[in-house]
Every structure is written in C-alpha cells, then in structure tokens.
C-alpha cells in the first residue's frame, strides 16, 4: 500500500498523500461487504480469458478457485499478490494447478485486452487466466465482490493514469463456497495454507 501511494503521489505533493493515505487506510482491512461473502456461494459470472474464450465461474465447480481483481499497468500490489498466490501454487506440488484455478480479473477493461492479460499473467504461472469484458459486463461482477478502484492521473506516464484499487484475494472452494479472504500483504504461508484448504 504505501508503496502505491508513494508511486501516485509523487508527482502531486503531500496534500495528495495524504488524501490517498486515508482512502487506502480506509480499505485496508476487507469491508463488511466483502466478509459478508465468507460461508456463502460465490456470485456467478461470465467473462472473457486471455484466448478469447468465454469464462463462467459457476464452470469450475469442483474445483476450487482463487480470484484477485487488479490491472495490468499496476505498479506494485498486483504483481505482489500475484507472485505470492504462485509461490504458493509451487509450493503446493504439481497436482496444485489441476486443483485449483487462479483468476485475475481487470479492474481496467479499458487497457487490459486479453491479449495484456495473457501477457502478464504468463509471468506469474501459465496455468493463471487473466478476465476482461465490456464495461457492461464488467459492473455487476465489481458490485457483487464488492471491488473498489478510482482512477488517479499520472502526469509524465506512458501508461496515462494509474488506479488505486482494493486488494482482497477471493478463495472459493470446490463447492463454489467463499471459503476465505485474504489481503495482498498476507504472508506467503498463510496464503498457502489456505489454498492448501481449499484442496482438501
């Protein structure tokens, strides 16, 4: 977090970090809404993978899912929460991959086409999916995991603006159950172990 506010604020001054200190504080930890989800069914959805294929989740019952919402241009926490749920899927041996399905969902459908997603989802693992879909289709999937983001100019970037956007980690189980919530800060154990759960 402070890492993201460093990068977006430099450009802005104090005012700015300040403002953006109490925005992601206020999120920080996972709003009632989100635990709300914990112990009850995951909303369905339908999107589009990095091939171009259609994506429903309710597909993938009896297998368990990892769900993380964030952008391809994102600096720090996406690349963070990605490289921890694979470190974790390594750890978990071989038969991870076939267990449980690691999805990426754009907060960003504006820049992130499938072909970006495959791109930098391939980074992380190849087994991962990267989902986009019209702004349309988008909104209701935002609205029922209750994902936050606000986009913030970036004076100076190729890439244009950058987003601060919340950071909670979707486990669901092979049931299609919310099993737990996690923060991209969690440490790499305790995303394991819980991943480890959802095997079971």
């Known amino acids: 977090m402070a890492a993201i506010i460093s990068a977006v ?13 109490v ?3 206020a999120r920080a930890s996972a709003p ?12 369905n959805f339908q999107l589009v993978d990095q091939s171009g ?14 769900l993380f919402f964030g952008y391809t241009h994102c600096p720090d926490i996406c690349p963070t929460a990605l490289a921890t749920i694979a ?18 969902v754009t907060d960003d459908p504006a820049r992130d086409s499938p072909q970006a997603l495959g791109k930098f ?9 990267g989902l986009s879909g019209s702004a ?5 999937v935002y609205k029922a995991y209750h994902v ?21 980690i979707y486990m669901i189980d092979r049931n299609g159950t919310v099993r737990f919530i996690h923060d991209w800060r969690d440490a790499l154990p305790d995303i394991q172990r819980d991943m480890k759960e959802l095997m079971i």
Do not use: C, E
């Open 87 to 104: 470190a974790a899927m390594r750890r978990l041996g071989p038969q991870a991959p076939g267990r449980i399905q690691v999805a990426f």
């Open 23 to 25: 925005a992601f504080g």
């Open 9 to 21: 604020a430099r450009p802005f001054g104090m005012t700015v970090v300040l403002l953006l200190a």
């Open 53 to 66: 294929k259609k994506f429903t989740l309710s597909a993938l019952h009896g297998r368990a899912v990892v």
């Open 32 to 43: 009632a809404g989100v635990r709300d989800l914990v112990g009850k069914p995951a909303p």
């Open 148 to 168: 936050w983001f606000q986009r913030l100019p970036n004076p100076g970037s190729a890439a244009g603006y950058l987003l601060a956007h919340s950071s909670i």
């Open 121 to 129: 989802t391939a980074l992380f693992d190849p087994s991962f999916l």
């Open 136 to 140: 349309t289709q988008m909104s209701p």
